[in-house]
């Protein structure tokens, strides 16, 4: 409760009312303490006293106007049950958003209308998307679920619940759509599609229209959508609870039965379902029971082909499907069998045996009718042993046949839930993890409640408690557990209610105690209800007026439950005769429908409960599971698998009753949110920690954000030390003893620096490995620009050397005069210079001279001195030293004589002396030439220092004199010195030695270190010349191996050419034979034969190649190969001489020969061979001189790079292998060409062509302009069109691709077409194309994430299209001459190529269109192009996030420089291929559509981008992008007028939105946006500062009568369509004329086999 402080004067206050619930009124005067009355003003003026005697009773406070339809009510100041009430209120008739947050709930009202708001452009919006920075939709909950089982790889649960028509049904189906979307499978069938189609198909065998809900489900279903380890949907599992059998047989008043029924009824007029005998639904007793057959906009015919289809989807025949319609259309039929009472008392009845309804029935299942009217009306029992049959009442036969109706449908509900099981099982692969919807039925209360809705309101109840428990006590339990300091929150727990039902002697207990009792019935069951719970229970109550009924108090309502029928539905029984019918029927479906069970077994879940089969003997062949029991069961298995996933709540509201579009009824909405804990929700989700690790999952998960030493052993510590660095708040986190608990939004926060951190190594990661590739790349560059350096240099040189050469002789010519002129002012200048020079020297030299004399006497006199005194002292000390060595000497002397004396008398000693003293010379004459050398080092050395000391001794000097001069300049200036300066003096020379001293060490110690690099250097240099002695001789070796290669060529070619001479011998073996042949035929004219002229029979053709120029050239062995001997077109016969004459004279062969042989066979065949002999040894020497110059170049290459010992050895190498693998290549392809030509050319033929070549050679005549135009083609032979096709397109490198220029391969595929087209083989030409179009399109899907290959393969198909549309022979060429068109029709392969075209544009803007959809949002709302706008903008957060969030980093760089460097991107590679302007601008059109698409539809959702500052951050990234546009003169494609409606929101955001005038000029300006976009921004426009205001409700309906005007025409659309695609045009260009000369192919394609014609 607020404090009393805040009750104010003018203060809003919410008090009750018995209509509205709660009302809005304001304080007339402050409250004060003590008061018993406030007074108050109604919002209708009238001024009441409201009583607050005790304090608590004050009224709650109302919220901010600023919170007034806030998008959470968690971020509410005020938590209570009117401001909560109030804002639903609010969003859903003023804003008409009909979602809310509350916490982790979604709180969802049925608007009861179609809102454009579930389209495929929403789910792109909420795709990857925070739940925080969106507005609440359903695909919100979809997407947080969706990517925390991929982030946690846990289960998720999201529970849909609420009332009878509150929308919990569509909600799920919305939700399925979207994991389908988000999760899509692609396989033969698609998963995702599968799940969807299941829809369908369940709403029309499980939903029916009732009062409250014109598509209520009257069954449970929880969906387990299962995905894979990539997040795709790989499988679905469905189960089914309690399907409401009664309404198979029954349907209460403006109620209808299910939807399937009434589908079949309105199809009965299809072909196919005649055999099905249907009526109209009226004429049914099972469909026309409540009287209101059709539902308003609902097509029974339309929806029933939706489920054909959803059937077809998941995999079931249509056979399959027409059994399945056998069965419900049998179902209708069996409510209409007339059963008949007869006998007294109506104690039998009977079926009378012409009833066409039974007749029907037993058709269509395939059973004998009257064996089922029989068991219809009779049962059989066991007495005594014996078994007796006995018939049934009227009434009893009607109930059996019901009976026997809600079986067969119940079965075939479970086989039809098994089969959609199955189908969507169909993967192989398990389930990774899953995402559970639960659809069941809401809490029901109506006039009359049976059993039906006991076991509904039971599961509601279980429902409510996993709630409770879930957002209540299990939050307040954990917080106590983990010793949280928390303030336990009292809430309603429905255990009592729950153990009423469930418990020991329960509610379901004593019913299924009831039913096993043989007279068991209702009222029995009905009075032990009262005698055990009645005064025992607070949730059990007894009517006052009834005695066959009982109440319970639900967690909801109070419901009063009707006991009649409690045990028959209880038991769910049909007898066992029927059934045995069925399961002999001839129908394969029928028949396993009711396949016996084993007794006792529990049914599978897909369908819970069953029911059980009756017959005589009651005890033996009942089941012994009840419907309660079963569902019990079930429901409870439910609940542990809830509570084995993360569940995620959608509470749905009814708004209504009426079910009128955007009506709201306080009554009832508040009703739903006492009943459904949503208000409990704000109040424990405001206060606690929704967030929560375990130590070791926090460690685990955030190891890379802790800091210091980590302790795996005490991990709470290492939490505990390091988070305080990563959250400052210390009340952001709490520490438990397992756990640590977060408040809202932190766990983002955590999530932001750990993607961050990963971030940073993973681009540390993609530094190195790009640095090395880069490294790589660079080394291969500099390797080729050193190549082209070389021979660029190498050209510069040789110009520069002529250069030089021409302007020597200008230069010794300046040189000599320029010389001479200096020369003459040299002499004169010298000549005045050493005149002056000597008039100073001189001056200097006597003055110098006098001062030498001066010195010179003192120093003459101090000498005489000094060596007088000298010479007395060495006189004196030399005396005595003499004296002394004469003693020593003389006694030394006289020893030694005596020794010489002795020594002299022997002759050895003599020669031992001798030998000794020449041994003793040698190594004096050594030692001295060693001390000589070393003296001269030593000189040496002495002399650089002398040199190096003088040098210092002139510095000294120099420094001595400057000293001296300053200090006569001071002495002069101060004659009287002090001591304190003679002293510094002292220190400064002292100093000044000091660093003389040090400065010497210094240089030492730089010599030592020179030495030490002299021998680092020279064993560098060693070491260097053993590498460089190794290189040698491994490019030696690789030279001598690349010289054997070419030699082991060299004798291939060798035999190559022995083989052209063996073929030459074949031709001369040939000649004989024809010789032979002539004189055969001379023979026989002797006879008297008369033969004609062989030229006659043996025609030839015009020849398709070019003239002759020098020698003749024979037609390609492909062209020879289609000529036919007998073609019929262009016979020349053989008439004519001149052809032979003139060929014989060009190729040098002398007619005598030829003219002495008689005959005229023989004389041509003579010539013929002749003249191929000579020809084609000419083609032989030439061919072979040619190789060898080519051998001998090859040979000199090798020596000429081992001589060079450059880099580039190995690549020439390589050249030479590639060199001699092409010339291998061509000798292969003219070996073949003459075995082809052994076999298919006469020789006939081929002078025939070489004949009629050189005539038009020397003919002077010109030749028509359309023979002229078939030159410059290329041949491709047919044998090579596939690696034309894989060297050119499909294998091509993307730096080799990128490198060619723009349309060569176009241009090379047109001109071998053109060839092939010229050699008229159509099937070919054809297949040529062909296999082009499918060639590119390989190209495409393998390079297809490559802007720039996609480009370059779009232009080569732009520009084949174009070239075979300009050539077409169905175009017109009148203006046009010098084309000549193709004679085979390719309009089909300009089609495909148009295709491809499209194709290739597409899969290019796909590729742009991916990089850019991560960084649209982030660039164009998020990102600070203008720094200081957001600044003092602070982002509320809302308490709605948990631990499960997905808490997304931004996308790295996502800045608009982002976006203009992919739109440069793109433009580049496009430009880069010369492709039309025109498609540049269709292209850009397309991105920025989607750009401003995409930024506005995210604005539209997102409630903290609609504010002041970021609509002027708009602006400026808008003019961004026009300005780049404009810059590349994009302007024009209708990319700018794209962008208008983000311009017209920027000017929106930036308006003023107070006055009517405001309003006017705000719908004037925004034409380019929608109605429903201008209200939504002006809805969640949020101020960011406190100078702003909030949109009153007053102007945005103003705007919104304003807006009513224009509505017309315009769709009621709120998002764009960011997939719209708009068609794309190719026009046609012209071509330039193509060449193969103007072509420069690179020898990178390995496209040489190709022929220049």
Wanted: with cysteine.
């Amino acid at each position: 409760m607020a404090t009393t402080e805040l009750y104010t004067k003018g203060a809003c206050v919410w008090v009750p009312d018995p209509e509205a619930v709660w009302v809005s009124a304001q304080l007339l005067r402050e409250y004060r303490p003590g008061d018993q009355q406030i007074l108050i003003q109604h919002a209708d003026g009238t001024e009441t006293e409201y009583p607050v005697m005790p304090p608590s009773s004050l009224p709650p406070l109302g919220n901010p106007d600023i919170l007034e339809g806030e998008n959470d009510l968690t971020a509410l100041t005020f938590l209570h049950e009117p401001a909560v009430l109030h804002n639903l209120r609010v969003r859903f008739l003023d804003y008409s958003s009909i979602y809310t947050y509350c916490g982790i709930v979604l709180v969802a009202l049925n608007p009861y209308e179609q809102l454009p708001i579930y389209g495929e452009e929403v789910i792109d919006a909420y795709s990857g998307q925070d739940m925080a920075d969106m507005e609440p939709h359903i695909f919100s909950v979809a997407e947080d679920a969706y990517r925390t089982m991929i982030r946690e790889e846990k289960n998720q649960s999201i529970i849909i619940s609420g009332e009878s028509g509150s929308g919990k049904t569509v909600s799920a189906k919305f939700t399925m759509r979207y994991f389908a979307v988000v999760g899509g499978a692609t396989q033969q069938t698609s998963v995702e599609e599968k799940v969807l189609a299941s829809n369908p198909i369940m709403e029309a065998i499980g939903n029916a229209k009732t009062t409250r809900n014109d598509n209520s489900s009257r069954f449970g279903k929880y969906i387990e959508i299962g995905f894979g380890h990539k997040g795709d949907i790989i499988g679905a599992n469905m189960r089914t609870y309690l399907l409401e059998k009664s309404r198979v047989v029954f349907q209460a008043a403006e109620e209808r039965n299910y939807h399937i029924f009434y589908q079949l009824c309105a199809s009965k007029d299809l072909p196919e379902f005649r055999s099905l005998k249907l009526d109209s639904a009226e004429n049914f007793r099972y469909t026309n029971q409540g009287r209101n057959l059709h539902i308003p906009d609902t097509d029974d015919a339309v929806e029933l082909e939706r489920t054909r289809n959803a059937f077809t989807i998941l995999g079931v025949q249509p056979d399959q499907q027409m059994e399945i319609f056998h069965v419900m259309a049998a179902i209708l039929h069996l409510g209409n069998v007339n059963i008949q009472a007869s006998g007294r008392g109506g104690e039998r009845s009977y079926v009378d045996a012409h009833d066409r309804s039974l007749a029907i029935f037993a058709k269509l299942l395939g059973v004998e009718g009257a064996q089922m009217a029989q068991w219809l009306c009779h049962r059989r029992l066991a007495v005594g042993g014996e078994m007796l049959v006995k018939p049934m009442t009227g009434q009893q036969a009607i109930e059996a046949r019901d009976a026997l109706g809600k079986h067969m449908y119940e079965q075939l509900f479970t086989w039809t839930v098994q089969r959609l099981n199955s189908s969507l099982r169909a993967h192989r692969q398990q389930p990774k993890s899953y995402i559970g919807v639960l659809d069941i039925y809401g809490f029901e209360t109506f006039h009359r409640n049976s059993f039906e809705q006991f076991c509904i309101n039971y599961a509601n109840e279980k429902l409510q408690q996993q709630f409770n428990r879930h957002v209540f006590q299990l939050e307040q339990e954990e917080y106590l557990r983990e010793q949280l300091p928390w303030n336990r929150i009292e809430f309603s727990d429905n255990q009592p209610c729950i153990a009423l039902i469930e418990g020991q002697l329960g509610l379901l207990d004593l019913l299924d105690e009831e039913c096993k009792m043989p007279k068991g019935s209702d009222e029995n069951w009905a009075q032990k209800l009262y005698d055990q719970h009645l005064n025992h229970s607070a949730h059990f109550r007894k009517p006052r007026m009834s005695n066959n009924a009982f109440i319970v108090l639900h967690f909801a309502d109070m419901v009063q439950y009707e006991c009649d029928g409690f045990l028959d539905k209880n038991r769910d029984t049909a007898f066992e005769e029927p059934i045995n019918i069925l399961r002999a029927s001839q129908s394969e479906l029928v028949a396993e429908l009711f396949q016996k069970e084993p007794a006792g077994e529990v049914l599978p879940n897909s369908s819970l409960p069953n029911g059980s089969l009756r017959s005589g003997k009651r005890a033996h062949r009942e089941h012994k599971l009840t419907v309660g029991f079963q569902f019990r069961q079930s429901l409870q298995l439910l609940m542990e698998t809830l509570n084995s996933t993360t569940p995620h709540y959608v509470r749905c509201i009814k708004p209504n009753d009426l079910k009128q579009p955007f009506l709201f009824d306080p009554k009832r909405a508040v009703q739903q949110l006492r009943a459904c804990g949503v208000l409990e929700t704000i109040r424990i989700s405001a206060a606690g920690y929704p967030s929560r690790w375990t130590y070791e999952e926090f460690f685990t998960r955030y190891r890379v954000l802790l800091h210091g030493s980590l302790s795996t052993d005490d991990l709470r510590r290492s939490c505990q030390r390091t988070l305080s660095d990563l959250i400052p708040d210390p009340e952001q986190y709490c520490f438990g003893k397992t756990k640590v608990f977060f408040r809202a939004g932190q766990v983002a926060v955590l999530e932001k620096l750990r993607g961050d951190k990963l971030h940073a190594a993973g681009v540390l990661i993609q530094s190195w490995v790009r640095g090395w590739l880069q490294r790589k790349q660079y080394q291969k560059l500099r390797w080729a620009a050193l190549i082209v350096q070389r021979y660029t240099r190498g050209t510069l040189a040789r110009r520069l050397a002529w250069s030089l050469r021409y302007t020597r002789a200008a230069l010794i010519i300046q040189k000599t005069y320029r010389m001479l002129a200096v020369r003459q002012l040299y002499l004169t200048i010298r000549e005045a210079a050493i005149k002056i020079q000597s008039f100073i020297r001189g001056t200097q030299a006597r003055r110098i001279y006098r001062q030498m004399l001066v010195e010179q006497a003192v120093v003459f006199l101090q000498a005489r001195v000094r060596g007088w005194l000298a010479r007395c002292r060495f006189r004196h000390i030399r005396g005595a030293v003499v004296y002394l060595q004469c003693c020593v000497r003389r006694w030394a002397a006289r020893k030694e004589l005596r020794q010489l004396r002795a020594e002299a008398r022997s002759v050895e000693k003599y020669r031992e002396l001798n030998k000794g003293m020449e041994v003793k010379l040698m190594q004096l004459q050594l030692r001295a030439d060693q001390q000589a050398r070393e003296s001269a080092s030593l000189r040496e050395t002495l002399k650089a220092e002398r040199e190096a000391y003088s040098t210092e001794l002139e510095q000294l000097r120099s420094s001595l004199q400057k000293l001296q001069t300053q200090l006569r300049e001071n002495v002069i200036a101060a004659p009287l010195i002090t001591e304190k300066k003679e002293e510094e003096r002292r220190r400064a020379e002292e100093r000044h030695a000091q660093e003389i001293l040090h400065l010497k060490q210094e240089i030492e110690a730089i010599r030592d270190k020179r030495d030490a690099l002299e021998k680092e250097k020279d064993d560098l240099a060693i070491r260097l010349q053993e590498q460089e002695k190794s290189r040698q001789e491994t490019h030696q070796q690789t030279v001598d191996e690349a010289d054997a290669s070419v030699r082991a060529e060299l004798e291939e070619e060798r035999r190559r050419y022995q083989s052209l001479l063996r073929e030459f011998t074949r031709l001369e073996q040939r000649y004989d034979n024809l010789r032979d042949m002539s004189m055969f035929s001379n023979n026989e004219r002797s006879r008297g034969h008369r033969r004609t002229d062989s030229s006659v029979s043996l025609e030839a053709l015009s020849p398709v190649s070019t003239p002759f120029s020098s020698s003749p050239i024979f037609p390609s062995p492909e062209e020879v190969r289609r000529v036919s001997v007998t073609s019929p077109t262009d016979r020349r016969p053989w008439s004519s001489e001149q052809p032979m004459d003139v060929l014989m004279e060009n190729v040098g062969v002398a007619k005598d020969t030829a003219e002495k042989m008689k005959g005229e066979d023989l004389k041509h065949a003579y010539d013929a061979v002749r003249v191929a002999n000579k020809f084609l040894e000419t083609q032989l020497l030439s061919q072979r001189a040619q190789w060898e110059e080519e051998i001998s170049a090859l040979r000199m290459k090798p020596h000429e790079a081992r001589d060079r010992g450059d880099t580039a050895g190995d690549a020439e190498i390589k050249d030479l292998a590639e060199q001699v693998a092409v010339r291998d290549q061509e000798c292969s392809r003219l070996r073949r060409e003459l075995k082809e030509l052994k076999h298919t050319v006469t020789l006939r033929r081929i002078l025939s062509y070489a004949g009629l070549a050189m005539v038009e050679s020397q003919d002077p005549s010109p030749a028509p302009e359309k023979n002229q135009m078939l030159t410059g083609l290329l041949e491709c032979r047919k044998k090579d069109e596939n690696k034309l096709i894989k060297n050119l397109i499909t294998d091509v490198r993307v730096e080799v691709g990128l490198s060619l220029p723009s349309g060569l391969a176009a241009r090379v595929l047109f001109l071998c077409i053109r060839q092939v087209d010229c050699s008229g083989d159509q099937t070919r030409v054809k297949g040529l194309c062909v296999a082009s179009v499918g060639g590119i399109k390989n190209g495409l899907k393998k390079h297809g994430n490559d802007l720039d290959m996609t480009a370059m393969w779009l232009k080569n198909a732009y520009l084949l299209k174009d070239l075979l549309q300009q050539h077409s022979p169905r175009k017109d060429m009148k203006g046009s001459e010098e084309l000549v068109p193709l004679v085979t029709d390719v309009q089909e392969s300009v089609r495909a190529l148009s295709d491809l075209c499209i194709q290739a544009y597409q899969q290019l803007l796909s590729i742009s269109e991916s990089r850019l959809q991560p960084i649209i949002v982030p660039a164009m709302l998020e990102s600070e192009t203008i720094s200081g706008l957001s600044g003092s903008s602070v982002k509320m957060s809302s308490g709605r996030k948990r631990a499960a969030s997905d808490p997304r980093a931004p996308a790295e760089g996502a800045s608009m420089s982002a976006v203009l460097r992919e739109l440069g991107a793109l433009h580049t590679a496009l430009s880069r291929q010369d492709l039309p302007s025109g498609l540049l601008e269709q292209a850009f059109h397309q991105l920025i559509y989607l750009l401003a698409a995409t930024t506005l539809n995210s604005l539209l959702l997102r409630k903290d981008m609609c504010c002041w500052n970021r609509g002027l951050q708009i602006r400026y990234n808008v003019s961004l992008l026009e300005e780049w546009l404009r810059s590349r003169s994009l302007q024009t494609g209708g990319a700018v007028t794209a962008l208008e409606p983000l311009i017209q929101v920027a000017q929106l955001l930036q308006m003023g939105k107070k006055t009517e005038a405001d309003g006017q000029a705000m719908v004037k300006t925004c034409n380019a946006l929608t109605n429903q976009q201008i209200v939504k921004i002006l809805s969640l426009y949020t101020p960011q500062s406190d100078t702003e205001e909030r949109v009153t409700l007053n102007f945005i309906r103003i705007v919104q009568g304003l807006l009513k005007v224009r509505s017309e025409g315009q769709p009621p659309q709120l998002l764009r369509d960011v997939r719209r695609v708009f068609p794309v045009t190719f026009p046609y260009q012209k071509p330039a004329p193509v060449s193969a000369a103007q072509l420069k192919i690179p020898e990178s394609l390995k496209i040489s086999f190709l022929r220049r014609i």
